[in-house]
Structure formats: structure tokens, C-alpha cells
């Protein structure tokens, strides 16, 4: 028998109306995804569905009239893996994390925002669920839908490869702002490796998200705020951040509202 409500994300199938949400956006923070669903220009909130571990979750009408759920992942790929697990379950086809990032290439400045195209998935759960050499690619059609919504919407944007990590200060090479200044030999100079390898950005939940669209069968795609530039530094810009979350929220609404309902 069916669960009424899934564990880890508090709703169930029932929550969600007589016909399922087009999509599901992800976001770690739930700040973010509360913002999506009650202070967004143009989305109508629904319903509230759950705060289950803090895992603050919406049913929303997006412009154009869709009906969405704005779902909180969490920090990471753990928390990450858990949600796209029970909301797969519950039939969701098509999943977008609206997230952070920090960029590593010198065109690509804070304040603008990063759609992936495919990562580099150095995450340990991504490998409970596929082998490290199975590709973490984000489907062509919503990116192609997201990579349309940020010319129409004019923001700054660029496409390219994300490097998906596990922890936000030694797997992207912080030590400055640390509390641990010691890196391991494999750490020292990833930053520097994977700008030559023309990787944009370091977060720390697209990647296994990815491969977890290709071994489930659902669509993903990722669309990043870039509120640092470790080009420069390892500080988050808080001044640029706001701006830069609105322009990533916009550019995964637009794309949902315009993408072809054919699409997979
Ligand atoms: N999220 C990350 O994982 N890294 C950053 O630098 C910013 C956001």
C-alpha cells in the first residue's frame, strides 16, 4: 500500500491535486524556495505542503498557469538525493535546482547566473546510485528552455560544465576563510585544475542530481546564482546575491512557463 505521505519530504501523491505539478524546482535553502512561493512576481502560491525537517515545500501556479512544486533539497547531495528520490516516487517527470555557486573562470562574474549543461560529479552519494564514470548530463530540452528564458529575460548568463563537490570549503579549496587551513595533497590546486579544464563553477548538489535523471528517468536540468568569484577571492558577495537569486528563479519560471508541454 502506498504511504499517505513521504517520509523525508512530509507530502504525498494526494497533496498534490487530481493531476500531477509540471515540475518540481529544487532549492537548497528553504528561504529560497519560500521566496519562490510567496514573494515571487507572478507565481501564486497554492497550498503550503509541508515543513518536514525544514524541508519547506509548495504547490504554486507559476505565470502561463502551470502548476509546480517549489521542493527544499537541502545542503548537499545526501539531503539532495533523498528529495529527487520521494518526489520521483511520486511521479514528478521534470526536476530544476534553482541553486548557488561560486565561479572559477574569469569572464563569468558574480551576480550573473550559470545553467548547466553537464557536471563533473565528484559526490560520494552520487556513487550509491550510479558508477563514477556514468554521465552526470542535464537534459536538452529544459536547457535549451532555460538557456531561452535568459536571453528573453535579458539576465547575464553562461552555459557550460559545473563542478559538483561534497563540501563547500576543502573540495573547493578554501582555506582562508577555514576553519581548517590544512588541504589535502589531491585538494591543493582543484581550483586551477578544473578552470583548465573549462569548468565554470563549483556547487554541491547538480551533479548527482543529474545522474540520478539518467538512471530514473526523469528530466533535469540546474540554474545557478553565482555569488562568488574565486577568481578573486573566497568570500560570498551578499551585496550581489539577491539580484543574482532573482535572475536564476526567473530564468527557471520562464523556462517551465514557455517549454514545450511535448517536451519529456
Ligand atoms: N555554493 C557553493 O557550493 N559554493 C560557492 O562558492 C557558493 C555557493
Known sequence: MEEERKYHIGFGRRDLGDDLPFAAVLCGDP?????IATAFPG?????PLSENR?????????????????????????????????????????????GT????????RAGSVIITRAA????????????????????????????????????DWHMGVTASV????????????????????????????????NILNFEMECGTLLKMSGVYGFAAGCVC?????????????????????ADAIGVALKALEDMDAGCP
Open 101 to 108: 555557486t561560486g565561479s572559477i573562470q574569469d569572464p563569468v
Open 120 to 155: 563533473l560529479c565528484a559526490q560520494g552519494a552520487s556513487l550509491d546510485i550510479a558508477p563514477p564514470e556514468y554521465p552526470a548530463a542535464a537534459d536538452p530540452f529544459l536547457t535549451m528552455a532555460l538557456v531561452q528564458a535568459a536571453r528573453e529575460l535579458k539576465v
Open 225 to 245: 546564482a553565482v555569488i562568488d568569484d574565486r577568481t578573486t577571492g573566497e568570500c560570498i558577495d551578499l551585496s550581489l546575491k539577491e539580484r543574482a537569486e
Open 54 to 98: 525544514g524541508l519547506a515545500s509548495f504547490l504554486v501556479r507559476i505565470p502561463g498557469g502551470r502548476k509546480i512544486v517549489c521542493v527544499t533539497s537541502g545542503m548537499g547531495a545526501p539531503s539532495l538525493s533523498i528529495v529527487a528520490n520521494e518526489l520521483a516516487a511520486l511521479g514528478l517527470s521534470r526536476m530544476i535546482r534553482v
Open 166 to 197: 561534497d563540501t563547500f570549503f576543502e573540495g573547493q579549496e578554501r582555506t582562508l576563510t577555514s576553519a581548517n587551513p590544512y588541504l589535502l595533497r589531491r585538494l591543493q590546486g582543484i581550483t586551477e585544475e578544473y578552470r583548465r579544464l
Open 43 to 47: 507565481v501564486e502560491l497554492i497550498r
Open 31 to 35: 528561504a529560497r524556495t519560500r521566496r
